[in-house]
T-cell receptor, first 115, second 110 residues
Framework: DSGVTQTPKHLITATGQRVTLRCSPR?????VYWYQQSLDQGLQFLIQ???????AKGNILERFSAQQFPDLHSELNLSSLELGDSALYFC??????????????FGEGSRLTVL | SQQGEEDPQALSIQEGENATMNCSYK?????LQWYRQNSGRGLVHLIL?????REKHSGRLRVTLDTSKKSSSLLITASRAADTASYFC??????????FGTGTSLTVIP
């Protein structure tokens, strides 16, 4: 158990809909990262937060948004969903920032299926 | 894109053999890490090598790093069926972002 919790584990929805994925980082970790993994693909970096503030954006679509709350949990909002958004969405956390953020601890992912 | 690449994409070996996978990346890094992913599960950290290190060992794992060539390799010795998984390299840049390679799918045949 990595200590990172993601909900829901599975989600099936229709095109055009909006969903929210939730992540609780490991206790004490201040950095949260979101990744998208499509079938047989590597992990695409979406966005990073540190202690409530956005640190970096990767290949995140404008239809997607995220935030990290004061209690450090994070939510990824996906709207106007398209078939191509079907993927595994991973949240990961690490201790912090600076010279090294440390290793990433991954949740088990939220599998999104858009029909 | 800052994403790296692993080579080979897929590798199939007999139990007891060694498995070597390579990773190439594009930018300056703080460190390079290797992760393992069982099918459909979350990734698990295996080993970290810093940019000023050239080689590191952990159990049956050996990692090398050549920053001049922007490449790394992961060697798993005496492989076991339980090592069957996908392996990803990840580079941490100076902004503390982590970029993952495309992964190597390893199958160890009992």
């Amino acid at each position: 158990d990595s200590g990172v919790t993601q909900t829901p584990k599975h989600l099936i929805t229709a095109t055009g809909q909006r969903v929210t994925l939730r992540c609780s980082p490991r206790s004490g970790d201040l950095s949260v990262y979101w990744y998208q993994q499509s079938l047989d693909q590597g992990l695409q970096f979406l966005i990073q937060y540190y202690n409530g503030e956005e640190r970096a954006k990767g290949n995140i679509l404008e239809r997607f948004s995220a935030q990290q709350f004061p209690d450090l949990h994070s939510e990824l909002n996906l709207s106007s969903l398209e078939l191509g958004d079907s993927a595994l969405y991973f949240c990961a956390s690490s201790v912090g920032q600076g010279l090294e953020a440390g290793e990433l601890f991954f949740g088990e992912g939220s599998r999104l299926t858009v029909l | 894109s800052q994403q790296g690449e692993e080579d080979p994409q897929a590798l199939s070996i007999q139990e007891g053999e060694n498995a070597t996978m390579n990773c190439s990346y594009k930018t300056s890094i703080n460190n390079l890490q290797w992760y393992r992913q069982n099918s459909g599960r979350g990734l698990v950290h295996l080993i970290l090598i810093r940019s000023n290190e050239r080689e590191k060992h952990s159990g049956r794992l050996r990692v090398t790093l050549d920053t001049s060539k922007k490449s790394s390799s992961l060697l798993i010795t005496a492989s076991r069926a339980a090592d069957t998984a996908s392996y990803f390299c990840a580079t941490e840049n100076t902004g503390n972002q982590f970029y993952f390679g495309t992964g190597t799918s390893l199958t160890v045949i009992p």
